[in-house]
């Protein structure tokens, strides 16, 4: 993870600010540690002989190496040293997710229960959502909120990656390989169904994956098929609005964001969200029962 000197080409996936481009490498390798970490406590059963503790202390173990790993790292990496590390982008990035997270767990949380029959049973006391939202009896365990900031940590970081080597190919960021006289609307209804597809898939596949009957007794959904199919798309809404906020996050040549400019559109992205599910319930009704 070392910085990128000016003689080494410019990639076609990574930011071309060195900070960012750092966290994003950083945060897409780390991915595949806590991932196998999810599986195997899955696979195993441990998650059935846990109490309150063993979930929250996992959760956090999981989670907290995207911000420890890049502030011990701070001063030693040049591509990082050259920003204070509270204007750096790793910083602003999980800032940016753990708000988006917050408001998606405490609140919207309710929407997955009511709408699309998702289901708890985690053997957890420790619980934190909110107290005026959702029709049912529905619990957020509290080791949710640190393991969704992995998640969607990596899920983000992903996504953005993908995004900007569509649009690069595309010739709508720079390196461009097309002309610059091509058409760009065309290009841009390309790039906005690449976000879509990226979306959609990304949910589909957390759904499919966290449906798991190695987990079946502790996390399900009323109706699978209906979820993989329909609810995906209800799920896919939290990224379609977030992906291309996060994306000008430090992005050149864009400005630089300060940390209270990752919140404020951090938190409105998260009301963007609560106003489009709610829509959503008032046209699909609730998908299982």
Not at 98 to 109: A, I, M, P, S
Not at 128 to 146: E, I, Q, T
Not at 173 to 200: E, I
Request: net charge positive.
């Amino acid at each position: 993870m070392s910085e990128q000197t000016s003689s080494s080409p410019p990639s076609a996936w990574l930011s071309a600010d060195p900070g960012k481009a750092w966290a994003e490498r950083f945060f897409l390798l780390y991915s595949p540690v806590w991932i196998a970490a999810v599986a195997a406590v899955m696979l195993s059963g441990a998650l059935r002989r846990w109490g309150d503790a063993g979930f929250m202390t996992f959760a956090v173990a999981v989670s907290a190496p995207l911000v420890l790993v890049p502030a011990l790292l701070h001063r030693r990496v040049p591509a990082l040293a050259r920003t204070p590390w509270y204007r750096s982008y790793w910083l602003k990035f999980n800032l940016w997710i753990f708000l988006f997270v917050w408001v998606g767990t405490y609140f919207l949380t309710h929407y997955f229960f009511d709408v699309l029959g998702m289901r708890y049973a985690f053997p957890t006391r420790w619980t934190l959502d909110a107290a005026l939202v959702g029709r049912s009896d529905g619990a957020v365990p509290l080791f949710m909120y640190p393991l969704t900031q992995a998640y969607f940590v990596s899920y983000h970081a992903a996504m953005i990656v993908a995004l900007r080597r569509v649009r690069r190919a595309l010739g709508l960021a720079a390196p461009s390989h097309l002309s610059p006289g091509t058409a760009r609307w065309p290009r841009r209804v390309l790039l906005a169904l690449a976000a879509l597809a990226l979306a959609y898939g990304v949910a589909y596949a957390e759904t499919l994956f966290m449906a798991s009957d190695a987990i079946s007794g502790l996390f399900w959904y009323a109706d699978k098929p209906r979820m993989l199919r329909w609810g995906s798309l209800f799920y896919a809404c939290y990224f379609l609005v977030s992906l291309p906020l996060l994306y000008r996050l430090d992005e050149p040549p864009g400005p630089t964001f300060s940390p209270g400019r990752a919140a404020l559109e951090a938190l409105a992205a998260g009301m963007l969200v609560f106003m489009i599910l709610d829509a959503l319930a008032l046209l699909l009704g609730p998908l299982g029962a």
